[in-house]
């Protein structure tokens, strides 16, 4: 992890802990889940949002203003609001992505469940992927939410990642094993 990214981490450990705890005391983990749900989407659908919250050319008070206008046509609760208004303020709000992720994971361990990234050579159908959460939560014990991705790369197989674990049976990682293997032998 470059050092960037390990600071960003942990401000938005920070700031995460505390709109969690102020959505927990005002009982309004619920509203914290949509709004959390609805900065993802407008993050992966808007080019100029992301923009917004990583360009140095924007003056504080055009982030804020902005954020404001962006907190109120979203329709986010005050909460989220007031803390976007704080990351503009304070410069920070290119940590926004990794807020997002920290709270996404602070309310799945709230709710008992864990997510999983899969990573496939083409898309699950809903059987596979019942069936991949049903193994994974008879091995961790708590609920699994199947974060899917595509890559063709890997041929085929899956890599599974939940936590700090990693299986990896793609068909690429067992090539490549045994190429090593081949090359030690010659």
Request: glycine share 6%; no cysteine; net charge positive.
């Amino acid at each position: 992890m470059s050092e960037t990214a390990g600071i960003s981490t942990g401000i938005a450990n920070r700031y995460a802990t505390a709109v969690f705890d102020l959505a927990k005391e005002g009982k309004a983990i619920k509203a914290l889940e949509s709004d959390v749900a609805a900065l993802e989407a407008a993050m992966n659908e808007s080019a100029d949002l992301r923009t917004l919250l990583t360009s140095p050319l924007y003056s504080r008070e055009e982030q804020s203003a902005a954020v404001a206008a962006i907190a109120k046509k979203m329709e986010l609760s005050d909460t989220t609001g007031n803390v976007l208004g704080l990351l503009a303020a304070k410069r920070r709000l290119f940590i926004l992505p990794h807020l997002v992720r920290v709270l996404q994971d602070r309310l799945a361990e709230e709710r008992g469940e864990v997510t999983a990234e899969v990573t496939t050579a083409k898309a699950l159908t809903k059987a596979q992927s019942d069936k991949l959460a049903k193994t994974l939560k008879a091995q961790v014990g708590k609920s699994v939410t199947i974060k899917e991705t595509v890559d063709e790369s890997i041929i085929g197989g899956l890599i599974v990642k939940v936590g700090s674990k990693m299986i990896d049976t793609s068909i690429a990682s067992k090539l490549n094993a045994l190429q090593n293997t081949m090359k030690e032998v010659g």
